[in-house]
């Protein structure tokens, strides 16, 4: 039989400038890329394969026989191959590879494909030769229905998870289905027209086209060095495969500072210095850069992992040089091993944030090596976050009420706003540890409003309308984020109209490390804000080292000195004669004072022989919910001198 190939020798062009497009842009070695590059090698060896069996039957005379029923044999070889592996790129797409029973379904036909062909030279099950003529053997319906059934099992597949596929890669499916019904059908009519790899061109070219963009998966300003997205999608193909491997993460401490003085094209080029050292040391695709000075590293083993961390260590101690300045970058390293130290991607990252932090903040050590502890820190943070998350969606953020004594009123004045969360067992989570986190991941700006509006709602319930309570204000805390990044007054002022409550019932707490580095923005803030008569403490007093000149550009009110100091004092004569001094000094700078943490009658006594204006502490009162504070003022405030004799509380 004479076969038309003028289809295949245009198909098998074709895949060959695919095959030396995909090679020279080396794409980006994914488990996807690779499957592809699998199935493009399988459709063109079975390409091949077809015109030199074609050839071979059309000159059967002049051909040794053995030749034909070796090509016959590869072709179908690869023709069962070919159906298989398509199935396996649809199978990773849908994420079904962990889904055993699919996997069976899809292994099984294919195994017993290739154990047929195997079979064929002896029982002439696909074909046979007689007298240099091809046959088909009866197996030639198994190779119809193996081609029907994955081309079933891929639609089924794809309509079961159509949510999941994108639509690129469905719609390549849709029209590689149709182009072989048609090419079946065509060859039904017309069966010397071979059309085989003309159908798989089809499929191989759309699915090329829906590839991800090898330019996606680079840093667009350093050169050779993979991106964040790239760095993902080799750790989930990491840890789909389970292969072990070490991530060495190298941060670059002092990066923020670099890019705060000198222009964005001179950090690139910094970064583009360490980006091409690391890529000359362990490879290209081995190198990605992550974000804010932070690049990762993978490698196979201990071994490696411990000569490349020797030589980082080395480069970056010698200093770079960079616009004949020398360069010291301060370095970090963070190792993470899979699959000892995390399990999933969300993990991974989850705790190279967590040790990242770590490392920010580390004063000797520079490397961090994660290990199960940090693996329990990382839970517990998770857990916190949760719980926040859960508190914000649910509003159930409770609201504890400390009281504020006056010693020259001898009466509790004014009280102080202090969150409360519980954890799924009902325990409280002590605001110290939950109020960083949510500093960090941003929740805090939800939080913040959200104690406002309580405590707004508790004035207007039972302070505004009950004068003889004595209460004039609530103190409520607001975060260093609260006043970077939202406009104080826009969110406060519709909080304050919404309940009525007079903005001189407020008052700001703002912490000390927040008033030294605070932007001009948050001082202009500030002022507008005390114009409409919302007044400010200044919180925590004493806990940095800053001297008190920076006070008067802000318009506070109230000093809070930091309860660390107040409590050394007690035990300490030379921190007596600081606190001591402290106090004089905001006196005569005309600032009321006010000392936190004051627990016993003696301690009382002695900071009223200080001079301060204002006492906080478990002597005049814990922080309490807002019946048992109310039920405790209207007590205290109505006989004070005899509830103060009844000792701590
Ligand atoms: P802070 O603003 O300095 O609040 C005073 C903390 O000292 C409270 O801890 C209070 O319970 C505790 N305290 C008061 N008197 C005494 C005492 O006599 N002895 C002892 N040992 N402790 C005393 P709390 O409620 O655990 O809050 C801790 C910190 O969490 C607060 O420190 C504040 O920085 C933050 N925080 C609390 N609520 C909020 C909030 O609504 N927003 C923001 N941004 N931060 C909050
Ligand atoms: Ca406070
Ligand atoms: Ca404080």
């Known amino acids: ?219 667009p300003f350093i050169k050779d060095v993979a991106n964040e997205k790239a760095f993902m999608i080799r750790l989930s193909n990491i840890v789909d495969r389970s292969e072990e491997k070490k991530v060495l993460t190298v941060y670059i401490r002092n990066y923020r500072y670099f890019f705060s003085i000198v222009d964005s094209q001179s950090s690139n080029e910094i970064l583009q210095m360490v980006g091409t050292y690391l890529v000359k040391l362990c490879g290209k695709l081995k190198v990605f850069y992550l974000e804010d000075g932070v690049f990762a590293v993978l490698m196979e083993t201990e071994e490696d992992r411990l000569r490349v961390q020797e030589q980082i260590q080395k480069r970056f101690s010698e200093g770079w040089s960079f616009n004949r300045n020398k360069l010291h970058l301060d370095l970090a390293l963070i190792i993470q091993s899979y699959p000892q130290d995390f399990k999933t991607v969300e993990e991974f990252k989850n705790m190279l944030e967590y040790l990242i932090e770590h490392a920010k903040n580390a004063k000797e050590n520079r490397v961090f090596e994660a290990n199960a502890q940090t693996q329990k820190k990382v839970h517990y943070r998770n857990r916190l976050e949760a719980a926040i998350d ?143 008569g919302i007044s400010f403490a200044l919180d925590d007093y004493g806990s940095g080292n800053a001297n008190c000149l920076y006070l008067s550009r802000f318009p506070f009110q109230k000093i809070k000195i930091d309860k660390e100091m107040v409590w050394s004092s007690f035990h300490n004569p030379s921190a007596r004669i600081v606190l001591n001094n402290e106090i004089n000094t905001l006196k005569q700078l005309g600032l009321p004072v006010l000392v936190e943490g004051i627990e016993t009658k003696e301690q009382s006594d002695e900071m009223e022989r200080l001079g301060v204006d204002y006492i906080q502490g478990f002597y005049y009162g814990k922080p309490m919910p807002e019946e048992e504070c109310l039920r405790y003022i209207r007590q205290f405030n109505s006989i004070p001198e005899d509830y103060a004799k009844q000792g701590s509380r």
Not at 169 to 180: L, N
């Open 1 to 219: 039989m004479q076969y038309n190939y003028d289809f295949e020798i245009t198909a098998l062009a074709v895949m060959l400038v695919v095959l030396l497009h995909f090679l020279i842009i080396h794409q980006f070695p994914t488990d996807k890329t690779r499957a592809y590059l699998k199935s493009l090698l399988v459709c063109v060896a079975e390409c091949v394969v077809n015109i030199l069996s074609s050839i071979g039957i059309a000159n059967a005379e002049n051909i040794p026989a053995f030749w034909n029923e070796l090509f016959a044999f590869a072709f179908f070889a690869l023709e069962g191959f070919c159906s298989y592996y398509i199935f396996c790129y649809i199978l990773m797409v849908g994420e079904y590879r962990k889904n055993r029973f699919i996997k069976m379904a899809g292994m099984i036909p294919f195994l017993v494909f290739e154990l047929m062909v195997l079979l064929t030279p002896f029982f002439k099950l696909f074909y046979y030769f007689e007298d240099g003529q091809y046959h088909q053997g009866i197996g030639a319906w198994y190779g119809y229905f193996y081609i029907a059934y994955y081309f079933m099992l891929n639609l089924i597949l794809i309509y079961a998870h159509r949510k999941r596929i994108i639509v690129r890669i469905k719609a390549t499916i849709w029209i590689y289905s149709t182009v072989c019904i048609v090419v079946v059908l065509v060859q039904l009519f017309v069966r010397e027209l071979l059309l085989t790899s003309f159908a798989n061109l089809t499929m191989l070219l759309l699915l090329y086209l829906a590839m991800q963009n090898t330019e996606d998966l680079f840093d």
């Open 390 to 532: 859960h508190a914000i969606w649910n509003n159930s953020f409770e609201v504890y009420y400390q009281p504020i004594y006056s010693v020259r009123e001898k009466r509790i004045v004014s009280l102080e706003a202090l969150v409360r969360l519980r954890d799924e067992n009902g325990e409280f989570i002590s605001p110290e540890e939950f109020i960083p986190i949510a500093e960090k991941n941003g929740s805090i700006l939800q939080i913040g409003p959200q104690v406002l509006e309580e405590s707004c709602r508790f004035l207007l319930r039972h302070v505004l309308s009950n004068p003889s309570l004595g209460i004039r204000r609530v103190h409520i805390n607001v975060s260093v984020l609260q006043c970077m990044r939202q406009n104080l007054k826009e969110v406060i002022l519709p909080i304050l109209e919404k309940y009525h409550i007079p903005p001189t019932m407020i008052s700001l707490e703002i912490t000390e490390t927040l008033a030294i580095r605070a932007p001009e923005q948050m001082e202009h803030y500030m002022w507008e804000l005390e114009k409409l």
